[in-house]
């Protein structure tokens, strides 16, 4: 199989330059991210003109999901796509990173790089050969994003590969996804029981992963559905929109009508995620 014909070859052939990332950067959880991917993405190795002609496509992170981390605990995260080759493909290397241009540490403000060199199955195809590869990413928050809460956002995959005759090919942006920090949200309902008519007040907190200090912090400004769902139903209606405080609380109030429960909802950011408090059961007299 040509994977692995060549992979013992190339690990003694290819050398890989010691490049540091910046401190903006150092959301690397490996310190060979950022080594590995700079050399692959060195200004001598452009898309335009790479020596290799290994392309990628059908790129998937984490099945299509956002990648939501709180602030302790380990994260897998699965990575699938396709190569292809006209001589044959020896090895692939996957990363995750974030900025504009991945050629220059300037421009790059977070990189990851998966557990392992990706799985690669192979096909043979007209004009050359098809490899379905995997591989996967474990994320420590804690680790990997200790140093700012800055890097939540959008990231892209980034993949390399070396052929047969060590030629390097490499695609920075084959697909993206969003690494986002994750929220909490509570939820009470009170007086209780309450006549029918009168006025039931709702207070909670809108909160979200902070990954510099390792603990969660209230989320201010944020606009926060208030929902109710009937006794004997599974569905939740939205009563109103409301929006939290400085500190992240919430306190809004609605007329009682019918046994049931409450509960606020957050449907998220572009870097947190949503998040939907326990529902609060008010009886009705």
Not at 20 to 29: I, K, R, Y
Not at 134 to 162: C, E, R, S
Not at 175 to 197: C, D, F, M, Q
Not at 246 to 253: A, E, M, N, Q, Y
Request: with cysteine; proline share 4%; charged share 20%.
């Amino acid at each position: 199989m040509h994977i692995r014909a060549a992979a013992t070859v190339l690990s003694g052939a290819v050398v890989l330059s010691a490049l540091v990332l910046p401190s903006a950067a150092q959301a690397a959880e490996h310190p060979g991210a950022a080594t590995d991917l700079l050399a692959f993405a060195s200004p001598s190795i452009q898309p335009q003109d790479a020596l290799g002609g290994t392309t990628f496509t059908d790129g998937v992170v984490n099945a299509g999901k956002d990648i939501v981390l709180g602030v302790t605990g380990k994260k897998t995260v699965p990575v699938t796509f396709t190569a292809f080759d006209v001589e044959g493909v020896a090895i692939t290397q996957a990363f995750l990173w974030q900025g504009t241009d991945s050629s220059s540490t300037d421009t790059i403000t977070g990189g990851l790089e998966s557990d392992d060199y990706p799985t690669c199955t192979e096909t043979p195809v007209q004009d050359g050969y098809s490899y379905s590869c995997k591989t996967v990413f474990t994320i420590d928050p804690a680790v990997a994003f200790k140093d700012g809460n800055g890097t939540a956002g959008t990231w892209k995959l980034f993949l390399g590969a070396y052929d047969l005759y060590a030629n390097a090919s490499y695609d920075d942006d084959v697909t993206r996804t969003k690494i986002k920090r994750a929220a909490k949200l509570t939820a009470n309902a009170s007086p209780e029981p309450v006549k029918k008519g009168k006025t039931i007040t709702v207070t909670g907190k809108l909160s979200r992963a902070n990954w510099t200090t390792g603990k969660y912090a209230g989320y201010a400004a944020q606009p926060v559905q208030l929902q109710f769902r009937k006794k004997g139903s599974s569905t939740y209606t939205t009563l109103k929109t409301v929006k939290t405080s400085s500190t992240g609380t919430l306190s809004t109030t609605t007329k009682a009508g019918t046994d049931g429960y409450y509960r606020f909802a957050f449907a998220g950011t572009t870097t947190t995620g949503t998040a939907k408090a326990t529902g609060d059961f008010i009886d009705v007299k």
